[in-house]
């Protein structure tokens, strides 16, 4: 599709501040070709109420995206992330309806606030967890975050034996009331979840470029012997990626039982899948060291726009899925085929000057 | 570059290959021939380009521009299959076997005897790999795992690999580095009987006395280039030498006659254990005064590198106290050391020292950026002047510093490197080869670098297998051999002699031929 327009860099002399800058456009690019295309192909999609739909449903990938990027730049990946939102729901709705039992002949119930903050905790020490077992047991990502998703899930059936904790409205006697405003309210106009994406990313965004906790994580993953021997605490750097993982997952956790005053022990499901597509598609290489947060945020919208626009084109679910492994596919392949002609560039540079 | 092979046929010429990396120019324009019932012998200071030439003719790596010829027709390997195909066996200098089978299927992986659909013939396999190792006069049994063996015995079924693909012509990469004298003489032997077979043999080694006494033709390598070419018979040991290091080639900076400070580092009774018993480090103790060069030589493996590991505080497992300026250090890991004063300019450049695919820029501030931060906010115009700085005071080619680092030259990353560490104001820099792999004019600025850094009052420990380098360059000379420090010379006293034999000490048949070493 379009990104494949601007793969084509100039084969002759090196410009590397042009070069760069048509890498960064890339997925820019995209997003103008689906928005574009709907606008013309669906009817309505334009409109001002449509557009802040697609963004409330973008909104809640791009948050799990946020910390799934770190986590690959890192050179890792957590599956794990899809079960902490349908974990962390569960606790969210916990809290509310039963409180916690003390066994002492009294429960505790908490105000919406602690309960969020709760909630947070819970998913920042599940990424704890998953940075623990992958710095000071060396179990690899993958295998390490996959066990982690298999035994979140089963907690969260565990918690309720399977059933949904519904009606989370709260009760004035124990001044637990407000919940759903996490899911349906506004500020300024804009939902809360938009907020929440608005916030976190530029917080993601400034800490990316901006410090030095920035650099160490594209340092690991760039080279991690490297960034060990220049100084950085290697495994604090894993640790506290995966911990800001574990923690965006729980706040998505708690925008969707809000939005549905319920929560349902397997929500979440494949969640994981969907931010991994999201973190590629915005330029971020798998193999660690490259990729953005802009990226990342712009990649969830492509996702989000071709899905929704689809289905008001009126197509099949079933071909919207296929079309979205296709547009993934697509933009690693293009991403690889622009990575070659660049070394390729490079290489001959380096020829001809010696 | 050619000569006249005195009758014997010419199996394969190379014609003017170029192979570049990223960041480095291994080979320029060689031409190399491998002349068909002789040994042609390949030499080079580390670095030189031989293993990389040697792939190319064995098809492992791709050339970038240039000719390979065989039998007057050009050809092209586009893998190892293709030049295995047209008879060219190797031997590699790291061993290229999988410890997870047996001897004898290592020997005939990717060529497994089969039986048609009954799989492959496990037996046959096995007695013709018992034939193949009688002739390298060994008993080892086809069927052990090749993991089990002492390397010495891995490095022969590497051999008998390489016999059994019937080569016309043989690459052997250091062949003889871990294999006992009784081995080497059974392996020059059947590099004789090989010779009388018409088999061209390509052979490398950091022996030179070894060299003389097999080679018939002889081919220096220097900085990626072919710099000299005769028959063994007309050349000795000194000319090669002589060859190898370039004579004028290099510009060391004379000692500028500053004095030293007191001292500025101490190591004690450091030790680092190996897995298999015995120690990597081995009780090292060793001191530097403030404007000092201390030269650390030795042969491959004697444990320099490690040395400088702990005390940069790589191994958890090691033992030893250091002291910065009569101050103990406490400090378990790396950051903290780096914290007290400590940089190390590590070995490998391309896995330990840079970030390829950062900037050059970020790449230099990595292990200082705390000092372009208020609070955690880097401070951009800040880090800008600093890399600006860095890149005039040792003048670096980097007119972007925001371009990847892998896209300079291998001199140029190297002085990003030493930029990164001396950003952390160190006491103490550590640079372990600092002069591998780089073109003559960034040697000849590292070493002013050097030099400046010490008159400016640092203390200089640096690792180099280059004797002429750690001859010119350090105020004192530490020399290495089997993880002890075997002996130290004033500047004064020492001679090549001397430290050549003080860096064999304890290496069985090293000591034998004391010129061989590591030059």
């Known amino acids: 599709m379009s990104a494949s327009v601007t793969a084509r860099r100039p084969s002759g002399g090196f410009n590397g501040s042009i070069g760069l800058q048509l890498l960064k456009l890339r997925t820019f690019i995209a997003l103008f070709a689906v928005v574009i295309f709907f606008g013309i192909a669906a009817p309505n999609f334009a409109s001002a109420a449509n557009v802040i739909l697609i963004s409330k449903q973008v909104a809640i990938n791009a948050i799990l995206s946020l910390g799934m990027t770190f986590v690959i730049i890192t050179g890792g990946i957590d599956l794990s992330i899809g079960s902490v939102v349908g974990l962390s729901g569960m606790v969210a709705g916990g809290l509310i309806l039963h409180g916690i039992d003390t066994g002492l002949g009294y429960t505790i119930y908490f105000n919406v606030v602690e309960t969020c903050v709760i909630t947070l905790i819970i998913g920042v020490l599940i990424g704890a967890i998953n940075g623990w077992l992958i710095t000071k047991l060396n179990v690899a990502p993958f295998i390490a975050t996959l066990g982690v998703l298999y035994v979140a899930r089963g907690a969260a059936l565990l918690s309720s034996n399977g059933d949904t904790f519904s009606n989370l409205v709260g009760r004035p006697e124990l001044g637990n009331q407000g919940f759903p405003f996490l899911g349906a309210g506004t500020i300024l106009g804009l939902p809360v979840v938009i907020w929440g994406m608005i916030v976190l990313g530029l917080i993601a965004a400034y800490a990316a470029t901006r410090t030095p906790l920035g650099r160490h994580i594209y340092a690991v993953g760039g080279n991690e012997r490297a960034a060990g021997l220049s100084g950085i605490r290697v495994n604090r750097v894993k640790m506290i990626v995966y911990m800001f993982s574990g923690f965006c997952a729980a706040a998505v956790g708690l925008v969707i039982s809000s939005q549905l005053v319920a929560a349902q022990p397997a929500t979440g499901e494949s969640f994981e899948l969907t931010a991994i597509a999201a973190v590629v598609l915005g330029g971020t290489s798998m193999s660690g060291g490259r990729g953005t947060i802009g990226g990342t945020i712009i990649g969830a919208f492509v996702i989000g726009i071709l899905s929704e626009g689809l289905v008001m084109m009126g197509v099949s679910t079933f071909w919207q899925i296929v079309v979205k492994g296709l547009v993934i596919i697509l933009a690693v392949v293009v991403d690889q085929a622009q990575r070659r002609l660049q070394q390729r560039v490079v290489l001959t540079q380096v020829a001809k000057a010696a | ?519």
């Open chain 2, 1 to 519: 570059m050619s000569m006249d092979p005195g009758g014997l046929p010419i199996l394969l010429s190379v014609d003017r290959v170029t192979k570049a990396y990223p960041g480095m120019q291994a080979l320029t324009e060689v031409s190399f021939d491998v002349v068909g019932g002789a040994v042609n012998v390949l030499v080079g200071e580390n670095g030189a380009g031989k293993s990389t030439l040697m792939k190319v003719i064995a098809g492992v790596v791709l050339p970038t521009s240039g000719r390979i010829r065989m039998d007057g027709k050009e050809v092209t390997f586009a893998s190892r299959d293709d030049a295995i195909a047209q008879g060219i066996g190797m031997v590699f200098q790291e061993l290229n076997l999988f410890p997870n089978l047996s001897v004898a299927e290592n020997i005939f992986i990717s060529r497994e005897v089969t039986r048609g659909i009954a799989g492959i013939d496990k037996r046959e396999q096995e007695r013709r790999a018992r034939t193949y190792l009688q002739q390298l006069e060994t008993d080892i049994d086809p069927a052990t795992l090749v993991g089990d063996l002492p390397i010495g015995e891995q490095q022969i079924v590497e051999i008998a690999k390489a016999l059994a693909q019937d080569a016309r012509i043989l690459i052997m990469d250091e062949p003889t580095s871990a294999l006992s004298s009784a081995e080497t003489e059974v392996l020059f032997r059947v590099i004789g009987e090989l010779k009388t077979h018409g088999v061209g043999i390509v052979y490398i080694s950091h022996r030179l006395e070894e060299l003389v006494r097999i080679g018939n033709f002889v081919t220096i390598m220097r900085d990626g280039r072919v710099t000299g070419r005769e028959r063994m018979a007309n050349v000795d040991v000194s000319w090669i030498i002589r060859q190898m290091i370039g004579g004028d080639a290099k510009d060391f900076p004379k000692p500028d006659g500053h004095s030293f400070g007191t001292e500025v580092f101490r190591a004690e009774d450091v030790t680092l254990p190996r897995v298999s018993g015995g120690y990597k480090v081995d009780h090292v103790s060793l001191s530097v005064r403030s404007g000092e060069i201390v030269g650390i030589y030795g042969l491959m493996g004697a444990g320099r590198s490690e040395f400088f590991e702990c005390i940069m505080g790589r191994h958890p497992h090691s033992n030893g106290r250091y002291f910065i300026e009569g101050k103990a250090v406490r400090e378990r890991d790396v950051t903290g050391r780096i914290r007290r004063g400590l940089a190390l300019i590590p070995e490998d450049r391309q896995r330990e020292g840079v970030v390829p695919i950062l900037s050059i820029g970020t790449n230099m501030t990595l292990a200082s950026i705390g000092r372009f931060c208020s609070l955690f906010h880097i401070r951009p115009d800040r880090e800008r002047a600093a890399i600006a700085a860095s890149v005039r005071d040792l003048s670096i080619k980097a007119p972007y510093p925001d371009l990847p680092v892998s896209s300079m030259s291998g001199g140029n990353q190297q002085k990003v490197v030493i930029a990164k560490a001396l950003m952390t104001n160190p006491k103490v820099l550590l640079m372990d080869e600092p002069s591998r792999g780089i073109d003559v004019g960034a040697k000849a600025d590292v070493f002013r670098t050097m030099r400046r850094l010490a008159a400016d009052g640092l203390g200089i420990l640096f690792v180099t297998s280059d004797l002429e380098e750690v001859m010119a360059l350090s105020d004192r000379i530490a020399v290495m051999s089997n993880g002890r420090i075997t002996q130290i010379f004033e500047r004064e006293d020492a001679t090549a002699d001397a430290v050549i034999a003080a860096s064999a000490i304890g290496h069985g048949h090293t000591t034998a031929s004391s010129k061989s070493a590591n030059l």
